[in-house]
């Protein structure tokens, strides 16, 4: 390769955008940092709204039957560590700035894909621990007579099948997509590094 057609090429005026273009372009940039930011935190929200409503009625419907139902409180204990370990894990995988616009980057990129795969493993950890309150959730409603042994049955195999396409897709998830990225953005970190 010719660097020296290169170089000319690359310091071109057609290569260099104008100040006007340069604004636009920057201005596009925070748009799209902006608009991301604000999916995120929608993404975190959602959960966080939808189990603090669930709480709440738990909690109220424990305290009306004096103290029954708290199998239900349990599961969403289970349901609020993993959303804390959750919310950890996005600000313990996080990039430094460390000057370097493209090597920072990079860095980001491998960060969240680090912060992604971290938060596989601890639905993958949880998964057992969410299973025995579940579990004497529905023994609870069976022994209280507000469940028949069918309805249990039933309900046990929806929440196994709801479970397992849930693990499944993150296991496809991890194997397909997250590792092949990972590999990408390290030896991409690495080439840059020297």
Known sequence: MEFDRLEQAWRSDANTPTDESHALLKEQLMHTLKTRRHLEMLLAGIPTVTLTLFTVMALA?????????????????VC???????LWNGFRH???DTGSPLRDTVAGLLAANRRARSNCHVFWAMLP???LPLFMAIQRLQDDGRMNTTAGWQAMAVCGLAL???TGWNLLRYILVLKPEQ???????ADYGT
């Open 183 to 189: 590999r990408r953005l390290e030896a991409l970190l």
């Open 129 to 131: 621990v969410f299973m």
């Open 80 to 86: 609020w560590m993993v959303m804390g370990t959750l």
């Open 61 to 77: 419907a424990v305290l009306k039957n004096q103290g029954a139902g708290w199998p239900g409180i349990a599961m969403l204990a």
């Open 164 to 166: 397992a396409a849930s």
């Open 94 to 96: 996080r990039s430094r």
